[in-house]
Each structure stands twice: as C-alpha cells, then as structure tokens.
C-alpha cells in the first residue's frame, strides 16, 4: 500500500516562489509514475505534472508549463514540485498521485490509484 504525504503549501504573493514535495513510503518514486495535479474550488481536479516510469520523462499541463518544475529524488523517495512566477489562478490544493497506468492516460487523475490528502498554496497580490 502506497502511501503519500504533501508538504510546502502555505500562502504566498503574486510573482514569488514555493517548492511543494511528496513523500512516499510502501512504494518506489522510481517504479512507479508519479503526477502533481491542484483543485481549486468548484473546479476538477487539474493536470499539473508528471514524471512516467517508462522513461522517467517529465510531462506538464499547460497552464504551468515553463514555469513550474517536477523533480525526483530517488534517494528520498520523494517527488518535488519547484513553482515560480505563481499566479493568483494557481491558487488551489495541489495532490502528489502515483499511477501505474500506461503514458497516453497519466494526464487523468482517474488512473490514479493513490493519493496524498493534499497541501493548501494560496496565491494573494
């Protein structure tokens, strides 16, 4: 049983930084994918990114492409997220999942099997 954990939100002003990480135990971040996704209220659950087993490739949404980065620790078995240039619409609860489901799906979080209860980023000018 996978069982992941979020930390690093907290609330932050327009144009700043925040780097959010996902720690894994009963599981491998390196056999397995693991994908950043945000919901914002009212919304679904949103595609942010994702690094796939297959070929250890990052994949990104493209509302943060360019701006956010997903980075692996194998060592720690944890899974970051670097944001920058942050927006108010980034605004949301971001959730570390783990899926190991083929490339042409990891961008819906109906493929995910596990989940993180999620971490709170709070955008404000």
């Known amino acids: 049983q996978v069982q992941l954990v979020e930390s690093g939100g907290e609330l932050v002003q327009t144009g700043g930084s925040l780097r959010l990480s996902c720690a894994a135990s009963?599981?491998?971040?390196?056999?397995?994918?693991m994908a950043w996704f945000r919901q914002a209220p009212g919304k679904e659950r949103e595609f942010v990114a994702a690094?796939?087993?297959?070929?250890?490739?990052?994949y990104y949404g493209d509302s943060v492409k360019g701006r956010f980065t997903m980075s692996r620790d194998n060592a720690k078995n944890t899974v970051d997220l670097q944001m920058n240039s942050l927006e108010r619409e980034d605004t949301a609860v971001y959730y570390c999942?783990?899926?190991?489901?083929?490339?042409?799906?990891?961008?819906?979080?109906?493929?995910?099997?596990?989940w993180g209860p999620g971490t709170q980023v709070t955008v404000s000018s």
């Open positions: 009963g599981g491998s971040v390196r056999t397995t994918t």
């Open positions: 999942g783990a899926t190991n489901a083929v490339l042409s799906t990891i961008r819906r979080s109906s493929v995910y099997n596990y």
């Open positions: 690094i796939y087993k297959g070929n250890s490739h990052t």
